[in-house]
């Protein structure tokens, strides 16, 4: 009996394009996140000054500039970052709804992964140990998903 052709992608900046969306909302976090993309980038081949990072205002906007990066052609994945905490009203489910859903459709129309690197949590202690600099980092995470989706498609 024969094998299944098993398609995976290779964790590897090399000869890779990506893009890191920030949110500034939150930026005690979400710097920490960026950090962590950068360094899962430079440890997995990448040069620092190959990536290219965008800031917008907060995770509500990421999903527009997002599609506009990945309409642009130039780009095999994305990276979004941010950070959205749970408070005493509704803004929270819609704004953390919303930027999943906006990323998803660009990701979807466009063609090109978009890595979901936005904490939604429920207090500042869960976005801090979600955003250390140790082990764990989701930033990071992020930036390995991103590398891993673009080695697929590239494949597939």
């Known amino acids: 009996m024969t094998s299944p052709q098993l398609l995976e992608g290779e964790v590897s900046a090399r000869g890779r394009r990506i893009a890191i969306i920030a949110a500034r909302f939150n930026d005690f976090i979400v710097a920490s996140l960026l950090k962590g993309a950068l360094g ?8 620092a000054s190959e990536l290219a990072v965008v800031r917008v205002p907060g995770a509500f906007e990421l999903p527009v500039a997002a599609r506009r990066l990945a309409a642009s052609g130039r780009y095999d994945a994305l990276v979004a970052l941010g950070c ?12 953390a709804g919303e930027c999943a859903r906006g990323l998803q459709l660009a990701s979807l129309e466009t063609g090109v992964p978009i890595a979901f690197g936005v904490l939604t949590v429920d207090s ?25 989706m673009a080695g697929l498609m590239a494949r597939l």
């Open 40 to 47: 899962a980038w430079v440890e997995r081949g990448g040069a």
């Open 84 to 95: 959205v905490i749970r408070g005493d009203t509704p803004h929270f489910e819609y704004v």
């Open 124 to 148: 500042v202690e869960q976005a801090l140990e979600r955003a250390a600099t140790s082990a764990g980092n989701k930033g990071g995470a992020a930036m390995e998903s991103a590398l891993e």
